[in-house]
């Protein structure tokens, strides 16, 4: 399911009812313990919290007139998604999340490479995603950012 929107606010609008609620705390989940300097914005047609240009100018390698990307939010057809590149770039990370997952929530992770999906919007562990928000500055994704992709 794409949502064309410009604003998340009108992402939010455009979202089935059952999902409004689940996504607005998650969203509120993120952007309440994200360190400071990440900026949210509609990327890649998803809710997005991204390292702007002003902290890093090169943008995103694949395209830089885009600002780097971190984080993503999305209404997928079957459940919601949480996409966090750190869990990706960041294997010590990712481990910590997948033995606290178990701690909060009663149902298997359902994860890919960056991509954790939630089909029970009842299941969502927004005190762990809180954790996990807080674990990485802009500073942070930036030098592991440049170190996979190779680049200085």
């Not at 900026?39 to 240009?53: A, D, L, R, T």
């Not at 009663?106 to 029970?120: A, E, N, P």
């Amino acid at each position: 399911m794409t949502i064309d929107a410009k604003t998340v606010d009108e992402y939010i609008s455009k979202l089935p009812k059952e999902r409004v609620a689940a996504v607005s705390k998650l969203r509120e989940t993120v952007k309440n313990n994200l360190p400071k300097g990440f900026e949210e914005c509609i990327n890649y047609k998803m809710i997005g919290y991204v390292v702007p240009h002003s902290i890093y100018p090169n943008g995103y390698h694949c395209d830089t007139k885009l600002p780097l990307p971190f984080i993503n939010i999305a209404s997928q057809k079957n459940f919601i998604a949480l996409y966090h590149s750190g869990i990706y770039a960041d294997t010590k990370l990712l481990d910590w999340f997948v033995k606290e997952y178990p701690k909060h929530v009663k149902t298997k992770l359902d994860m890919g490479k960056s991509c954790i999906r939630f089909k029970k919007m009842e299941t969502i562990p927004y005190n762990l995603i809180s954790e996990l928000c807080q674990k990485m500055t802009t500073q942070d994704w930036v030098k592991i950012y440049e170190k996979n992709i190779g680049r200085k």
